[in-house]
């Protein structure tokens, strides 16, 4: 799955007798040690598809996320799947279910849902709240899911909370994520051609801001930048770099480097989740905001594969010489 997070065997299991045994009505899903795992199955009360809707009563908790299959359809596909994110729910929780939705359904099977359906609260899902939704259908324009998930995703991303020395990121979307002071004068200083050669930004998994990173601030070659980056953490690096090739302009130029390791634990899967989503907004907040203008940028897992080797390659891409057309000789010649 996109957001490294996958389905257990036994959600797998208790999946395949919601399809096959007509008799069950639910399954209720939640995130669980990097997994999708089983809450709870429901059984069939009666034959009326609302009338079953009362057992989600008792799951459907104002501050905690749940994925709901319902048997909805007597033809396939027979399944509608429901992500429940309450608004009331932490910001990370609601960002990781709303973009792990998609994800889930392909890894089960598209083919067995008719269609899928993000709610907020738990009233959506009783009979009025389906009768709404349907009747919100026949009237809405057309979406694609990834148009309706990356929509939501955006939505959850403003809610990050803002903090003292912050200040919000504005770019063409909904997306806001506060930025710390530090981060900003370093990126200010490295805009104007300061002292300042590399600035590294992390997001802060407490108050959920951008911030300055420490590190080195004035290394003088590529491997040195390279050194500086976290090998365990996602970093945003900016670094003034002047190629040292022969024939290439006396200038500095300045380079982009988004890495985010393969690391194990529920941290590193969720900062998989943030930090691509935020990417966007960095770069248009250093170039906007602090004269940063970047001229090349690269994204990769791990640091080291940044190399000076690569950078050059970007930066003066060869060029292939192309022979010069030769008219055919005439028979006999």
Request: net charge neutral; charged share 25%.
């Amino acid at each position: 799955m996109q957001s490294g997070i996958s389905a257990s065997q036994e959600l797998v299991s208790q999946f395949n007798r919601l399809l096959s045994d007509a008799s069950q009505f639910g399954l209720l899903v939640t995130i669980s040690s990097e997994a999708l795992v089983p809450v709870a199955s429901l059984p069939r009360s009666s034959p009326d598809f609302k009338a079953n809707l009362k057992q989600l009563t008792d799951y459907l908790k104002p501050d905690e996320p749940l994925y709901v299959f319902l048997r909805r359809y007597d033809n396939a596909p027979f399944l509608v799947a429901v992500t429940y994110v309450p608004d009331t729910a932490k910001v990370r929780q609601k960002m990781l279910f709303a973009s792990t939705r998609l994800a889930l359904v392909r890894e089960l099977g598209t083919e067995h849902f008719r269609e899928t359906i993000l709610v907020n609260t738990a009233d959506e899902l009783s009979p009025a709240g389906f009768d709404k939704h349907d009747k919100h259908v026949r009237l809405d324009a057309p979406l694609t899911e990834e148009e309706r998930t990356l929509g939501e995703v955006k939505r959850l991303e403003a809610e990050a909370g803002t903090g003292t020395g912050v200040r919000e990121m504005h770019f063409n979307s909904p997306m806001n994520m506060p930025v710390k002071d530090d981060a900003l004068s370093a990126l200010t200083e490295l805009g104007r051609g300061g002292g300042r050669a590399l600035v590294m930004l992390k997001i802060n998994s407490q108050d959920e801001a951008v911030e300055l990173a420490p590190g080195s601030s004035n290394p003088s070659s590529i491997a040195e930048a390279v050194k500086a980056i976290s090998t365990s953490e996602p970093r945003f690096t900016f670094f003034r770099y002047r190629p040292s090739r022969a024939g290439a302009e006396d200038k500095d130029v300045l380079l982009f480097f988004y890495t985010n390791p393969a690391t194990p634990g529920t941290k590193a899967v969720k900062n998989r989740m943030i930090y691509p989503l935020q990417k966007r907004a960095v770069i248009a907040m250093a170039e906007n905001d602090c004269s940063c203008a970047v001229e090349k940028k690269f994204e990769v897992e791990d640091p080291s594969e940044i190399t000076e080797e690569l950078v050059l390659e970007e930066l003066f891409p060869k060029i292939e010489a192309k022979a010069a057309f030769k008219r055919p000789k005439r028979p006999g010649r």
